[in-house]
């Protein structure tokens, strides 16, 4: 399903970028033909005609020709762009520099002491130095048409220079077939607030002029958070790199990654792997947290978790089944879909980490006005379902906090039920965790760059907050609060809302074992 | 407005495409001679006072009149025109398809589709589930899954499989409160999401549920096989639309199956999900407490032919030689490790028209195939009705 809505996107994508090609097509045929020009104004046409039923008819491979010509025009242009300033400055504006220096002045740099356009006097025509009635009209010679077009060209080449450098780079891994960045567009919080960046492209991914990215749907990356992180750039280029592919039944799955600092196999994120063969295996699932966003590899949760058992002396082996989006629902049939497989090594200990788009996904059906019908719900994965779900609510409906929290909390408290209820049938212990987010840690001076960050003030975090343990009250069902994991420290943590830093993922990891040990028969 | 007709629409694609879908395992074309159609003696109808079993039929209807419906329309299901055929004695059948078709769906993103309530001849949903014949003072709630088959798709409210069980059990002496959750085109897992979704979810539990399986499950193997699809650990459901067919194509990883494996990939595709939906739909019968019973059902390829389905290959342009497909069926029911109880061989010995297309039958075939469910239920609703009463 969301591949036809991507198919439908392509061909409004495509759409979108053939209008102005057509319409600049048709301009140079008016004027072709104004200029009598017969033959050429017919195939322009022709041209257009066939750019705007390839943009309808074949949409992905219009696109695909579209943006390599794009990005193979923007090089051009770039390299036209210096040699057109390089020649402006050694032929035309030294020059004439030079010229006025020694005294000359005339039109083409203007007189300082007369600029502008100026009406001289009733009924005579403009003059560019103004006061002289005698003086000869301006009227554009070659020289100053030059200087006109140069000045055009290299202003547009200004605007256009740096997007095409940005698609340039982007070159090399543009899929057109690929639908939707793993990192989905997670709303990150009811009072989030998107950072302005330098550049933003059509991926969400914000890169300074130096190619970095600095910025990926939604999420800041510069020093905030990121101290001493110095993998944190390539990191996050590795998780823009990330793709998935739609599932009817899970919302998406992870495709596989090879990359520095992250790695997929099998739709599971890598996780740290001890020398020794393991003795006990523990599945992790969860959303985007879980997954890993902020951590290396070996840095994610279920990674840290793993080293603080091998301390111990338990060999266990971790696998992360996080994927971003992923609400407690979704990620229990995840769970359904990998106990019932066998060529999966069955698991020791299931580990859930829920909360953070327990509260999200509840955020947007009170945004939406969606009613209590007790349906279960997944968390929404794109502007287009997000439109969708929009559009579908027949008559808005208002919930107060407490009604909103019991939904959600209803929700949450039948997947854990299910789980545990697989966890019986298949002889699988099976824990559930109420993950920290930033505004249920206790209010540090630390943070006070985040709230800056997400537009937050000290009393909205703390409305949501009380929105947050309200609905964990309401899930009434055992799960473990590890919800203050991160008031341990000081130190930044969080960069937005609910993603953290390697910090945060060793505060929670240490958390969770601590509650983890004694299934391996050390007790906390 | 918009949304509504968006919907209209989205159920009218989603029920036409499940007769296509249904028999696309199913190749061959050539026609044969009209056969000479002995009908088998069919039941009587009972007294007033006592559930209405269809009406038997002396003749054999024509398969090329089209039914008209009160409004003076003609209608097709998938393609095909509602003809008098499989239909003798069903005066409303034009309009029972007619209300089929018209019968609201919404898009849900876990469970892909789910009936909206509607008020139509011979068709009502209320809060998701098609209405069912209810016995007064039941003891025992009984919960089915299952796909059109099971949502009765040729039959009316109270003439559907849940309904004729719950008659059946009546005329025993037990009152059941059937639950039809049967939905278009669900495959057995996702059945068995539906059942998730419905327990905990405000219902009193179920005593007893029942899956009805086989035809989208096999039909799904067979389009997964046809996309080339050779990744058996992801679930996928049977796509019902144009889109959601461009969408299982573009989100499969395409491999060449060699002629010789599609038979194989096929059962193993279907018999594995199968087989994986079953034990988890057990885990959460064991976790609620009720009891649970899997039927692997009949479809017009595992049936024995007989002269009075030539029409019905005529109709569908389908040539029977070569289309049986009970070894297949029972190859993927062993291959499931399921103990799923095989009724594809309910209309063997039938010989007056029950299907209507590949996988539908009429108010008759939906009465044969709860007979024989129920034949294997009784002792179990004896034994709960008698647990419930103590």
Same mark, same amino acid.
């Given at each position: 399903?969301?591949?036809?809505?991507?198919?439908?996107?392509?061909?409004?994508?495509?759409?979108?970028?053939?209008?102005?090609?057509?319409?600049?097509?048709?301009?140079?045929?008016?004027?072709?033909?104004?200029?009598?020009?017969?033959?050429?104004?017919?195939?322009?046409?022709?041209?257009?005609?066939?750019?705007?039923?390839?943009?309808?008819?074949?949409?992905? @491979?219009? @696109?695909?020709?579209?943006?390599?010509?794009?990005?193979?025009?923007?090089?051009?242009?770039?390299?036209?762009?210096?040699?057109?300033?390089?020649?402006?400055?050694?032929? @035309?504006?030294?020059?004439?520099?030079?010229?006025?220096?020694?005294?000359?002045?005339?039109?083409?740099?203007?007189?300082?002491?007369?600029?502008?356009?100026?009406?001289?006097?009733?009924?005579? %025509?403009?003059?560019?130095?103004?006061?002289?009635?005698?003086?000869? %009209?301006?009227?554009?010679?070659? /020289?100053?048409?030059?200087?006109?077009?140069?000045?055009?060209?290299?202003?547009?080449?200004?605007?256009?220079?740096? /997007?095409?450098?940005?698609?340039?780079?982007?070159?090399?891994?543009?899929?057109?077939?690929?639908?939707?960045?793993?990192?989905?567009?997670?709303?990150?919080?009811?009072?989030?607030?998107?950072?302005?960046?330098?550049?933003?492209?059509?991926?969400?991914?914000?890169?300074?002029?130096?190619?970095?990215?600095?910025?990926?749907?939604?999420? %800041?990356?510069?020093?905030?958070?990121?101290?001493?992180?110095?993998?944190?750039?390539?990191?996050?280029?590795?998780?823009?790199?990330?793709?998935?592919?739609?599932?009817?039944?899970?919302?998406?799955?992870?495709?596989?990654?090879?990359?520095?600092?992250?790695?997929?196999?099998?739709?599971?994120?890598?996780?740290?792997?001890?020398?020794?063969?393991?003795?006990?295996?523990?599945?992790?699932?969860?959303?985007?947290?879980?997954?890993?966003?902020?951590?290396?590899?070996?840095?994610?949760?279920?990674?840290?978790?793993?080293?603080?058992?091998?301390?111990?002396?338990?060999?266990?082996?971790?696998?992360?089944?996080?994927?971003?989006?992923?609400?407690?629902?979704?990620?229990?049939?995840?769970?359904?879909?990998?106990?019932?497989?066998?060529?999966?090594?069955?698991?020791?200990?299931?580990?859930?980490?829920?909360?953070?788009?327990?509260?999200?996904?509840?955020?947007?059906?009170?945004?939406?006005?969606?009613?209590?019908?007790?349906?279960?719900?997944?968390?929404?994965?794109?502007?287009?379902?997000?439109?969708?779900?929009?559009?579908?609510?027949?008559?808005?409906?208002?919930?107060?906090?407490?009604?909103?929290?019991?939904?959600?909390?209803?929700?949450?408290?039948?997947?854990?039920?299910?789980?545990?209820?697989?966890?019986?049938?298949?002889?699988?212990?099976?824990?559930?965790?109420?993950?920290?987010?930033?505004?249920?840690?206790?209010?540090?001076?630390?943070?006070?760059?985040?709230?800056?960050?997400?537009?937050?003030?000290?009393?909205?975090?703390?409305?949501?907050?009380?929105?947050?343990?309200?609905?964990?009250?309401?899930?009434?069902?055992?799960?473990?609060?590890?919800?203050?994991?991160?008031?341990?420290?000081?130190?930044?943590?969080?960069?937005?809302?609910?993603?953290?830093?390697?910090?945060?993922?060793?505060?929670?990891?240490?958390?969770?074992?601590?509650?983890?040990?004694?299934?391996?028969?050390?007790?906390? | 407005?918009?949304?509504?007709?968006?919907?209209?629409?989205?159920?009218?694609?989603?029920?036409?495409?499940?007769?296509?879908?249904?028999?696309?395992?199913?190749?061959?074309?050539?026609?044969?001679?009209?056969?000479?159609?002995?009908?088998?003696?069919?039941?009587?109808?009972?007294?007033?006072?006592?559930?209405?079993?269809?009406?038997?039929?002396?003749?054999?209807?024509?398969?090329?009149?089209?039914?008209?419906?009160?409004?003076?329309?003609?209608?097709?299901?998938?393609?095909?025109?509602?003809?008098?055929?499989?239909?003798?004695?069903?005066?409303?059948?034009?309009?029972?398809?007619?209300?089929?078709?018209?019968?609201?769906? &919404?898009?849900?993103?876990?469970?892909?589709?789910?009936?909206?309530?509607?008020?139509?001849?011979?068709?009502?949903?209320?809060?998701?589930?098609?209405?069912?014949?209810?016995?007064?003072?039941?003891?025992?709630?009984?919960?089915?899954?299952?796909?059109?088959?099971? #949502?009765?798709?040729?039959?009316?409210?109270?003439?559907?499989?849940?309904?004729?069980?719950?008659?059946?059990?009546?005329?025993?002496?037990?009152?059941?409160?059937?639950?039809?959750?049967?939905?278009?085109?669900?495959?057995?897992?996702?059945?068995?999401?539906?059942?998730?979704?419905?327990?905990?979810?405000?219902?009193?539990?179920?005593?007893?549920?029942?899956? #009805?399986?086989?035809?989208?499950?096999?039909?799904?193997?067979?389009?997964?096989?046809?996309?080339?699809?050779?990744?058996?650990?992801?679930? &996928?459901?049977?796509?019902?639309?144009?889109?959601?067919?461009?969408?299982?194509?573009?989100?499969?990883?395409?491999?060449?199956?060699?002629?010789?494996?599609?038979?194989?990939?096929?059962?193993?595709?279907?018999?594995?999900?199968?087989? &994986?939906?079953?034990?988890?739909?057990?885990?959460?019968?064991?976790?609620?407490?009720?009891?649970?019973?899997?039927?692997?059902?009949?479809?017009?390829?595992?049936?024995?032919?007989?002269?009075?389905?030539?029409?019905?290959?005529? &109709?569908?342009?389908?040539?029977?030689?070569?289309?049986?497909?009970?070894?297949?069926?029972?190859?993927?029911?062993?291959?499931?490790?399921?103990?799923?109880?095989?009724?594809?061989?309910?209309?063997?010995?039938?010989?007056?028209?029950?299907?209507?297309?590949?996988?539908?039958?009429?108010?008759?075939?939906?009465?044969?195939?709860?007979?024989?469910?129920?034949?294997?239920?009784?002792?179990?609703?004896?034994?709960?009705?008698?647990?419930?009463?103590?």
């Amino acid at each position: 399903m969301v591949s036809v809505r991507a198919k439908r996107s392509s061909r409004l994508e495509a759409l979108r970028a053939v209008v102005p090609v057509v319409l600049v097509q048709l301009a140079a045929a008016a004027w072709f033909f104004w200029r009598e020009h017969l033959r050429l104004p017919i195939l322009i046409c022709i041209l257009a005609g066939v750019a705007a039923l390839t943009a309808l008819l074949l949409p992905k @491979l219009f @696109l695909w020709v579209h943006h390599r010509l794009f990005a193979l025009g923007a090089v051009a242009g770039a390299a036209l762009a210096r040699v057109f300033l390089g020649l402006a400055a050694l032929f @035309l504006v030294l020059p004439a520099w030079a010229w006025q220096r020694v005294g000359g002045g005339g039109a083409i740099l203007g007189n300082r002491r007369q600029s502008g356009w100026q009406r001289a006097r009733l009924n005579e %025509p403009y003059h560019p130095g103004g006061t002289e009635p005698n003086a000869k %009209p301006f009227t554009a010679g070659t /020289s100053s048409r030059l200087v006109v077009a140069a000045t055009v060209v290299l202003g547009a080449l200004y605007l256009i220079a740096p /997007s095409g450098l940005g698609l340039v780079r982007r070159l090399g891994d543009f899929k057109a077939d690929s639908v939707e960045v793993a990192v989905v567009e997670e709303q990150t919080g009811p009072d989030r607030v998107s950072q302005e960046a330098p550049f933003i492209n059509e991926d969400g991914v914000a890169i300074d002029g130096s190619g970095n990215v600095i910025e990926i749907v939604g999420l %800041p990356v510069d020093g905030y958070a990121h101290e001493g992180e110095p993998f944190a750039p390539l990191l996050f280029r590795e998780h823009k790199g990330v793709r998935s592919t739609p599932d009817p039944v899970l919302g998406s799955r992870l495709n596989d990654f090879a990359g520095t600092h992250l790695n997929i196999a099998d739709g599971r994120r890598a996780s740290y792997e001890q020398s020794l063969p393991s003795v006990a295996v523990v599945w992790f699932f969860g959303g985007s947290t879980m997954f890993g966003i902020g951590q290396r590899d070996e840095h994610t949760i279920p990674s840290v978790v793993a080293r603080l058992a091998e301390e111990d002396g338990i060999r266990i082996q971790p696998v992360n089944f996080g994927v971003s989006g992923d609400n407690n629902w979704i990620a229990t049939e995840r769970f359904e879909q990998a106990i019932t497989r066998d060529d999966l090594p069955r698991p020791n200990l299931v580990v859930f980490y829920d909360g953070t788009n327990e509260i999200t996904g509840e955020s947007f059906l009170v945004d939406i006005g969606a009613a209590n019908s007790g349906a279960i719900t997944r968390l929404t994965l794109s502007d287009e379902e997000r439109l969708r779900r929009r559009e579908e609510v027949q008559g808005r409906t208002s919930l107060s906090m407490e009604e909103s929290a019991a939904r959600a909390g209803s929700q949450y408290r039948r997947g854990v039920t299910l789980a545990r209820a697989h966890g019986d049938w298949f002889d699988v212990p099976v824990l559930h965790f109420w993950q920290p987010v930033a505004v249920s840690r206790a209010p540090s001076a630390s943070d006070d760059g985040l709230f800056d960050r997400i537009a937050l003030s000290r009393q909205g975090a703390e409305t949501s907050r009380a929105e947050y343990e309200m609905l964990f009250d309401h899930t009434d069902v055992g799960a473990i609060d590890i919800s203050d994991a991160m008031d341990v420290s000081d130190e930044p943590i969080y960069f937005d809302w609910s993603h953290h830093n390697e910090l945060g993922a060793r505060l929670v990891g240490d958390a969770m074992y601590r509650h983890i040990r004694d299934r391996f028969g050390l007790d906390e | 407005m918009k949304a509504h007709s968006v919907l209209r629409a989205s159920s009218l694609c989603l029920l036409s495409m499940i007769v296509a879908l249904a028999g696309c395992g199913i190749a061959g074309l050539t026609d044969r001679d009209p056969p000479s159609i002995q009908p088998a003696a069919r039941p009587e109808p009972d007294s007033d006072q006592v559930p209405q079993r269809p009406l038997p039929s002396r003749t054999v209807g024509s398969a090329t009149t089209p039914l008209l419906t009160e409004a003076g329309d003609e209608t097709a299901w998938s393609d095909l025109v509602i003809t008098e055929y499989s239909h003798e004695n069903e005066p409303w059948a034009a309009d029972l398809m007619l209300s089929l078709l018209r019968s609201p769906h &919404r898009n849900d993103d876990i469970l892909q589709s789910v009936p909206m309530d509607s008020s139509l001849d011979y068709v009502n949903i209320v809060d998701g589930r098609r209405v069912s014949y209810q016995p007064t003072d039941p003891v025992i709630d009984v919960w089915f899954f299952g796909g059109s088959t099971m #949502y009765g798709v040729g039959q009316r409210d109270h003439q559907t499989i849940p309904s004729v069980v719950a008659r059946l059990a009546e005329l025993d002496g037990i009152a059941i409160r059937p639950m039809n959750f049967g939905v278009s085109a669900d495959v057995n897992w996702q059945a068995t999401e539906r059942l998730t979704h419905a327990v905990g979810g405000g219902l009193p539990n179920p005593d007893l549920v029942i899956f #009805y399986d086989g035809t989208n499950d096999t039909g799904l193997g067979v389009q997964r096989v046809k996309a080339g699809d050779v990744d058996f650990d992801w679930v &996928r459901w049977l796509p019902v639309s144009e889109e959601q067919r461009d969408a299982f194509a573009a989100n499969t990883e395409v491999a060449a199956i060699a002629d010789e494996d599609r038979r194989a990939f096929e059962i193993r595709h279907a018999a594995e999900q199968y087989g &994986r939906g079953v034990e988890l739909s057990r885990s959460i019968a064991a976790a609620w407490e009720f009891d649970i019973r899997h039927f692997w059902q009949p479809f017009l390829t595992t049936k024995v032919p007989s002269p009075a389905d030539d029409p019905l290959f005529r &109709r569908l342009n389908m040539d029977p030689t070569g289309l049986d497909q009970r070894q297949q069926v029972r190859e993927t029911l062993q291959a499931s490790g399921t103990d799923a109880i095989d009724v594809s061989d309910v209309f063997d010995d039938v010989g007056v028209p029950v299907y209507f297309d590949s996988s539908h039958t009429n108010e008759f075939g939906a009465w044969l195939v709860a007979e024989r469910l129920y034949e294997h239920l009784e002792s179990d609703i004896q034994r709960l009705a008698t647990e419930k009463v103590n």
